[in-house]
């Protein structure tokens, strides 16, 4: 364990991924639309297994890379690792 | 899909296990259907040497690739490479036409399809058929994720609609993994493999494209075809529907993995081709041998096959033992394997001088090689694309795997050893960030009895790391991806050569048995060109090193043996 506590509410996590993908897109967090198709806002396949090893690194957890596919949204993504963060032992 | 479908060719012998290169034979032999003068004349004629298929055909190749589980030989992903080695040290073309097309084709089956398709692909391989990998798009490439064939589901059927081009056999091929879109969205999601059974399929909807034309394997035949709302049978599905991304990051490690390993023996034959004439060949006195210049060139083309090879078979092995980091390592290797082994061709063809481009005469396969290698060096993945594969991870191991990654098991490196099977569902579409080959270095260094001069050498390796990880760890955004800038596929190059020390390094020390590769003097050179190769001074060489390199080139050619790790006897 990584020692820190994250806070793992929907919103934060949300906010987290906004931030990783703002930082990936090199554009503004409020410009991130957190229901649109990660793919259409400029987030390729590669930039989906890059953005489960940050959530990896940042959570503690192990998660599939392919984690963004079959959670195409930020707000998918927010709901599945919240659901995921709040089981863990 | 019908299993026992008719392939033609006749069932293979089920005996001792044969040996490819005894059973190709001398190929100086001019009587030889598969020697160097007959390779040369299909070349010149375009064609696939048909007596060198059926020679293939007779020795059962393509069981080299369906796992023994069905049937086939292929239980070691390293033992793969060195004997298909035979193969591409006669005629890169038939190795790349006759044999790697398929087993790129087959390989996704293995990963994915299930018992009924693997049983199907196995039976049609151990009775000679052909496979292609339909896969290519000439308008996306390796874009896969834009690639637009569409195979639409229609109750209990698909209907498949566009078309695939450049790829090799596909006009003449039994059996395709088709690789096609079954969603219109965007995404990594919208693709699935089709394994088509081309008898099958109405030939009313198919339409054969034209064939293109190569500098390189120009016997291999690339071909395309065009589907019309082509019906195929809804169990034609390999793996799950929208699957194929994952399929593909899975099934293409093992390809990616091996093939580097089979080009080794294009350069075994590029070696010994110019050493022949070195040593045929007088000038001022002396034999070319004699010349420094020619001798430096002849042991650094030994050293590159070496380096090359230890690299490729590490790799290989890595697929059995530490498949949770190999969509790194199978990128890097197939990325620096076929450029060093190009580097290398190319300087030996100035010890050639002329006949390095005489199509004819006792040297002709050699500017057959140099052609063939730049296909070597294309085919499943370019160079490019195996960089941009690794750039994306290149941050994660700065930040821990090259820091702090457990060093891998002595069993990756020893030879001759035991491998586990091949668990392609094992294999990680992500290292994590962890790289244990690398570890190797540091390991060593932290050993009691570590040779000095083989730590300094070492160092060098753990210090390029060191300023690697400094670097990547900061990469900005757009250097992580595949549209990175020049900076990040340099990086990719340098971490790639320190992956080449660490291969080397792990085969010497854990290969102590082997009456050559304990010798610690091709340790040290291999390690100091390594080190030239990243620009980093690695000090004076001992006395007398390339001599005795040069000796040992010479001894395993006056014996006829091998250039490469495996050192073995060669037919003729």
């Keep these: 364990m990584s020692g820190t506590i994250q806070d793992t509410s929907v919103d934060a996590i949300r906010s987290w991924l906004v931030g990783r993908i703002a930082f990936y897109l090199q554009r503004p967090a409020e410009e991130i639309d957190a229901d649109a198709p990660l793919v259409e806002i400029g987030l390729d396949s590669v930039y989906a297994m890059t953005l489960s090893g940050d959530v990896e690194e940042r959570f503690d957890i192990e998660v599939e890379p392919t984690m963004a596919w079959d959670h195409p949204t930020v707000n998918a993504l927010a709901g599945y690792l919240h659901g995921v963060l709040g089981s863990r032992g | 899909m019908s299993v026992d479908a008719a392939v033609p060719g006749a069932a293979p012998a089920r005996t001792a296990e044969p040996d490819l290169e005894t059973y190709l034979g001398d190929p100086h032999d001019p009587a030889n259907p598969v020697g160097y003068p007959a390779v040369l004349a299909a070349d010149e004629r375009g064609e696939l040497l048909a007596e060198g298929e059926r020679a293939l055909d007779g020795y059962g190749l393509n069981a080299e690739f369906v796992p023994r589980a ?377 050993e009691p009895g570590a040779d000095p001069v083989v730590g300094r050498l070492c160092r060098l390796f753990t210090a390029e790391l060191d300023r690697l990880a400094e670097i990547c760890a900061d990469l900005p955004p757009r250097d992580r991806t595949v549209i990175a800038g020049r900076r990040s596929f340099e990086l990719t190059d340098r971490y790639a050569t320190v992956l080449a020390a660490a291969s080397c390094l792990g085969v010497w020390r854990h290969n102590q048995d082997d009456p050559f590769l304990r010798d610690t003097p091709w340790l040290l050179a291999a390690l100091s060109r390594l080190a030239g190769r990243l620009g980093v001074d690695p000090g004076a060489a001992p006395d007398g090193l390339e001599r005795h390199l040069f000796v040992e080139l010479l001894t395993r050619h006056q014996d006829n043996r091998g250039f490469d790790l495996v050192n073995r006897h060669l037919a003729g």
């Design chain 2, 70 to 446: 069905l049937g086939g030989r292929f239980d070691r992903a390293d033992r793969l490479a060195q004997v298909m080695r035979a193969v591409f040290r006669r005629d890169t073309t038939l190795g790349v036409g006759y044999g790697v097309t398929t087993f790129i084709a087959a390989t996704p089956v293995w990963t994915s399809g299930t018992a009924q398709q693997r049983r199907w692909m196995a039976d049609l391989l151990l009775r000679h058929g052909k496979a292609s990998a339909g896969y290519n798009e000439l308008a996306h490439g390796t874009d896969f994720g834009r690639a637009r064939l569409r195979a639409r589901p229609a109750g209990d059927h698909f209907v498949v609609t566009g078309r695939k081009e450049m790829v090799g056999n596909l006009g003449r091929a039994d059996a395709v993994t088709l690789f096609a879109r079954t969603d219109d969205r965007p995404g990594s999601r919208s693709h699935s493999h089709l394994l088509l059974d081309m008898a099958a399929l109405p030939a009313e909807h198919l339409r054969r494209l034209r064939r293109h034309r190569t500098a390189g394997v120009r016997g291999v035949l690339l071909g395309g075809l065009e589907f019309t709302d082509c019906p195929v049978p809804a169990d034609a599905a390999v793996g799950d529907l929208g699957a194929a991304m994952e399929t593909v990051l899975r099934a293409f490690q093992v390809t990616r993995g091996v093939l580097p390993g089979m080009a080794v023996g294009i350069v075994d034959t590029q070696l010994r081709t110019v050493l022949r004439f070195a040593l045929d060949r007088r000038l001022y006195g002396l034999p070319v041998a004699e010349l420094p210049h020619a001798r430096t060139t002849l042991v650094d083309g030994f050293l590159d096959l070496l380096i090359s090879d230890c690299l490729a078979t590490v790799v290989a092995r890595a697929l059995h033992l530490l498949p949770e980091q190999t969509s790194v390592y199978s990128a890097a290797v197939k990325y620096l394997v076929p450029k060093l082994l190009q580097e290398a061709a190319h300087r030996l063809s100035v010890v050639l001088g002329a006949r390095s481009y005489l199509r004819d005469g006792p040297y002709g396969i050699f500017q057959k090689n140099l052609r063939d290698l730049l296909a070597a060096t294309l085919t499943h993945a370019s160079a490019a694309v195996c960089q941009a594969t690794i750039i994306p991870q290149l941050p994660r191991l700065a930040q821990q795997g090259w820091r702090s990654s457990p060093p891998p098991p002595p069993a990756l490196f020893r030879l001759t050893g035991p491998l586990p099977p091949l668990d392609f569902g094992a294999l990680g579409l992500s290292a994590r960030g962890v790289d244990s080959l690398t570890a190797t270095l540091r390991g060593y260094l932290a």
